[in-house]
């Protein structure tokens, strides 16, 4: 799971990096709209792997509390103990 959470970390890293270091080309009047174009979907595509990271992430985060509770709800119900 420890590595779930790095991935995420890393794409917002490369997120970072790429505002710190986006330059756009210039036109007659101002920026190329087809680059901005571009840049945006560049950009776009990495806020989807930083969703699709943290999902990952979430859904194992849930998937962990849910067998822990049913383990623990198990213990409870055959007289070992009882839900934390």
């Keep these: ?14 997120i970072a990096q790429w505002f ?3 330059r756009f080309r210039r036109a007659l009047f101002g920026l190329s709209e087809k680059d901005v174009w571009k840049k945006l979907d ?18 194992a985060l849930i998937e962990e509390r849910c067998a822990r509770l049913e383990a623990e709800l198990r213990g409870a119900s ?3 103990g009882g839900v934390r």
């Excluded at 799971?1 to 490369?14: D, I, L, P």
């Design 42 to 59: 560049e950009l776009n595509d990495m806020y989807k792997r930083a969703i699709m990271a943290e999902r990952v992430r979430c859904d």
């Design 1 to 14: 799971m420890e590595t779930q959470g790095k991935s995420y970390n890393r794409e917002a890293q490369r």
């Design 78 to 80: 055959d007289g070992e």
């Design 20 to 22: 710190k270091t986006v």
